[in-house]
């Protein structure tokens, strides 16, 4: 029903009934209506179904005025008329508490009763409602009943407490007694530990501050200064643990606690294996880091209790491993933004724990059986610190072990994650460097190659010495070497010096640079070092860190910072006309924002059918449609363009907000290339773009596209992209997307080789070439800095043909030439056109400089076309010299200061 805007008495009426009605219909408390009778008697006027039910009658069945004494038995009918009788009485409504039993359950009922009068005043019914209480009483009950079972219980106390207190009493006057003893006890020892600390400290703090000392002083050698940093570490590391031993007693009073502070995780580890190396090198181990690549570079916590935790669990492998490896595994689980379980794990092939020993192994000077410590040494009271670290720090620690196998200790330990951290390092390179690892231990090996992939940098993996000469022997004979090779030093059969001496003999200029690593005496391999054999020495275990400076060393390579999320770069797409169907104005206004960043030439239209007006008439690169819009959908507008005969590719990419399977099926089937979904993703505009119009381009012509150009839509930049062969964007990464320097170096390439190749006295790239090597070699550095990938490979295997003296067939400088002189063709199309009808001799300089100077101020590359009629218009003049300084600045790509130079020169120029 409509409910009236304004108050309705009736309506108001209306509702109140309605409502009472429904309760009197479905509520599951018992409602009546009691008529009063002549001679102070009263019947059952009506009651609702609930009440029915409970009285036992028919639920249904009609009742009118009967009679209460011809309902219930005399004895309850006396009770209902005096409660009748108080609610007339009292003429209000009241509330009294009823009981009653029904199949031998007592049951109770809070019943309300309202009396109701007539005009006249007399009583005319009494209204009810009864809400059972049953389980209130019940639970009333219970309560009385336990309050005085509580009552005999501190009757019974009191008892025991008089007896105990007089126990108490006895027993307290010794507790002080031991208290007092015991105190004296742990005052002693403090003392005890104090002087010793002391004692202990001062001859630390010399180590330490004799070693900062000796750093400071600049060490000639490498190997001396690391020897000393050994020991400052070594110093650190014992200082802590002296002070967390001492720091015994406050962990037994439960007063340690932990600090929360900035660390580095890396920088843990490596100090870490610092403190163990040397004695992990005495008994032959190999040690391993494994740091997985989610661990965040700097976590918040206790890095001195962290290090302690390590360093003990580490130097116990040692002590109990005779041969194979240590391998220190961190991990970490995500539990929130800010929070990781960090997951420490120390693993050895040592002896092992067994079943029965594992249960003592963290008490207190205690170790696996007596005779480990007569055996290998020791308190047994580095794992019970250990533990009690862990649990200071909210974490835990366990063990696994098999007896002869060797065990693995873990650490779980729960840390915050700070806000800031350092951003990535990635190798900067134009190409993937490829490196060749060689390491008997198969975890060191797939742990570095890892490390490598992480930077760019593709891995081969090996085994043996042997394995690596036979590696680069098929790495020479593919014409695909290795920039770098990673030599471990200690291999069984034939050790990592000698192999490095045999790959030198072998392959000579062609061997390439070799790494050492290793975890032993880097003194040993120094002379190897002095003579070029080997070229750096990289210590064991490699770190994330260790490596890329090594690395960077080597190739003399800056370090770049990538952040996380790489944001992909704005295409230069001037030379592009795409058509944008949309019908909402916004999301059109949308597109042609992030539109406008590339350059492209853009016509919109409103719908399927305007836009196959517009391709009729306009040939188009790439169109972004839209799927639902008025008169014609987009679904409708592409099948009808693929039915189009224009003889020309053209990818049309859907703009929808529908990106479900099936919907991305249904651009699919009506012949659309793409899905693009909204809100619009730019990252994702610019490489779906970037795809069609650049990479569709290139990898759809089998050779250098010849014909001309129309300059007014093409800048130099974008003519370059569409140059099948030149790895533009490639090139551009490598100068750090410095398209000037690009543009200068690519200019002087095609100046360079047009001439070579023009000059019928050369004879560059013939087999009679004398200097036929440094060419080779010059163009293979060229063509790469340019991005000509192909002519650069095909100078890799020349070179490497006639540096180990073997025979060049005349083909492979045929097949150079005729993709350089292709390549050269197509870049006299960017760099070679000349608009002579800017060169009429009756045009004076100064009208010339008048035309130069706008594109100068525009940045424009077109301004190259006016340098033969400069050049004309200043020969002989006293002007020459400064259209030559002009000249260089634009060759330069120094538009601003040419730009200077051009307005000094008008001001100079006679009738300004």
């Known amino acids: 029903m409509k409910l009236n805007e304004l108050f309705d008495q009736e309506e108001h009426d209306f509702m109140i009934k309605e409502c009472l009605f429904q309760l009197w219909s479905h509520s599951d408390d018992l409602m009546f209506i009691v008529a009063v009778e002549e001679n102070g008697e009263f019947s059952l006027y009506d009651n609702n179904a609930a009440s029915r039910i409970a009285m036992g009658i028919e639920p249904n069945k009609i009742y009118h005025r009967n009679r209460i004494r011809d309902m219930f038995p005399e004895e309850i009918v006396e009770g209902f008329y005096r409660t009748y009788r108080e609610a007339i009485t009292s003429r209000k409504p009241i509330s009294i508490e009823q009981y009653t039993v029904n199949d031998g359950k007592d049951l109770f009922y809070n019943t309300l009763l309202v009396p109701i009068f007539d005009e006249q005043d007399n009583p005319a019914f009494i209204c009810g409602i009864s809400h059972e209480t049953t389980k209130i009483k019940t639970a009333e009950k219970m309560a009385v009943e336990a309050g005085e079972k509580l009552k005999e219980y501190n009757v019974g106390l009191k008892q025991i407490n008089d007896n105990l207190d007089a126990k108490v009493r006895e027993r307290t006057a010794a507790l002080e007694l031991a208290k007092a003893e015991l105190e004296e006890a742990l005052e002693a020892k403090s003392s005890f530990v104090a002087r ?21 002083t600049s060490p000639n050698h490498k190997e001396q200064q ?23 007693s406050k962990i037994e009073a439960g007063k340690l606690t932990a600090e929360s502070v900035c660390f ?109 410590t007569r055996v290998y040494g020791g308190t047994g009271l580095g794992l019970t610190i250990t533990r009690q670290l862990c ?17 693995t200790f873990t650490v779980l330990l729960p840390l915050k ?61 593919s014409g695909v070497a290795f920039d770098v090779v990673f030599m471990d030093w200690q291999m069984p059969g034939i050790d990592g010096i000698e192999t490095s001496k045999k790959i030198k003999n072998l392959f000579k200029e062609l061997a390439p640079p070799i790494l050492m690593i290793s975890a032993y005496e880097k003194h040993h391999i120094q002379p190897h070092l002095d003579t070029g054999i080997i070229r750096q020495f990289i210590e064991k275990p490699i770190g994330k860190s260790t490596l890329f400076d090594a690395i960077n060393q080597f190739f003399n390579i800056e370090k770049i910072a990538i952040s996380n999320k790489k944001i992909a770069p704005i295409p230069q797409l001037s030379s592009f006309h795409i058509l944008l169907v949309e019908d909402n104005l916004i999301n059109q206004q949308v597109a042609l924002g992030y539109l406008k960043s590339t350059g492209v030439q853009v016509d919109c239209a409103e719908n399927g059918k305007i836009a196959i007006d517009k391709i009729k008439g306009t040939q188009y690169d790439l169109i972004l449609m839209d799927i639902q819009m008025p008169v014609m959908d987009g679904l409708t507008a592409s099948a009808i363009i693929r039915g189009m005969d224009l003889g020309y590719e053209l990818p049309i990419i859907a703009m929808t907000a529908h990106t479900s399977p099936e919907d991305k099926e249904k651009s699919l089937s009506v012949g659309m290339n793409n899905h693009i979904p ?20 290139e990898n759809s012509k089998p050779d250098v596209e010849l014909l001309p150009v129309k300059p007014a839509l093409n800048d130099k930049l974008s003519m370059l992209f569409k140059i099948s062969s030149l790895e533009a964007g490639k090139a551009i990464d490598s100068l750090k997307d410095d398209t000037s320097i690009y543009l200068k170096i690519v200019r002087s390439f095609w100046t360079q080789y047009t001439s070579l190749l023009e000059d019928p006295n050369t004879r560059f790239l013939t087999l009679d070439n004398r200097n036929l090597l440094n060419d080779i070699h010059s163009l293979k550095s060229n063509a790469a800095y340019i991005g000509a990938q192909d002519i650069f490979k095909d100078c890799v295997v020349i070179e490497r043909k006639l540096l180990k003296n073997e025979y060049v067939d005349g083909s ?88 200077k130079l051009v307005r000094q020169l008008l001001v100079k120029l006679p009738g300004s």
């Open 812 to 899: 492979l400088l045929d097949a150079v030439i005729s993709k350089l002189s292709i390549l050269l063709r197509a870049l006299d199309l960017v760099f070679n056109q000349i608009e002579y009808k800017d060169f009429d001799s009756t045009t004076n300089l100064k009208s010339t400089l008048r035309k130069v100077l706008p594109l100068l101020e525009q940045s424009d590359f077109k301004v190259e076309n006016y340098f033969p009629a400069l050049h004309h218009k200043s020969m002989n003049t006293q002007y020459s010299e400064d259209i030559t300084q002009i000249i260089q600045n634009i060759t330069d790509i120094e538009y601003e200061q040419a730009a």
């Open 678 to 697: 909204k809100p619009i993703p730019s990252d994702l505009l610019y490489k779906t773009l970037s795809n069609y119009l650049i990479s569709n381009k």
């Open 264 to 372: 580095s995780t890396e920088k843990l580890i490596r100090t870490t294996v610092n403190m163990n190396v040397f004695g992990a090198y005495a008994k032959k181990l190999e040690l391993v880091t494994d740091i997985a690549d989610d661990i965040p570079e700097y976590l918040l916590g206790d890095p001195l209790r962290i290090q302690q935790i390590l360093v003990n669990l580490v130097s116990n492998a040692i002590k109990f491993t005779e041969s194979g490896s240590i391998v220190i595994r961190l991990r970490c689980n995500k539990l929130d933004g800010e929070n990781i379980l960090l997951q420490c794990e120390v693993s050895d092939s040592g002896i092992g724990i067994s079943s029965t020993q594992l249960e003592q192994l963290f008490c207190p000077f205690t170790q696996a059986d007596n005779s480990v």
């Open 391 to 407: 649990e200071l720090m909210n974490g835990e620690i366990k063990v696994e072990s098999d007896v002869g196998k060797g065990s």
């Open 417 to 477: 994650v700070p806000t800031l951290q350092p951003k990535n390092a990635a190798i900067d390179s134009a190409n993937m460097l490829k490196a060749l690892v060689v390491d008997d231990h198969p975890l060191s090996r797939d742990i570095l190659a890892k490390l490598l992939t992480n930077f760019g940098i593709e891995s081969t993996c090996v085994g043996s010495g042997w394995e690596a000469i036979d590696a680069i022997q098929q790495s020479d004979q």
């Open 196 to 216: 010793m600390s002391h004692e202990i400290r001062t001859p630390i703090n010399a180590v330490i501050g004799l070693s900062d000392l000796a750093l400071n």
């Open 226 to 248: 690391d020897y000393l940093q050994k020991i400052r570490d070594s110093g650190d590391i014992l200082l802590s643990l002296v002070n967390n031993v001492l720091d015994f």
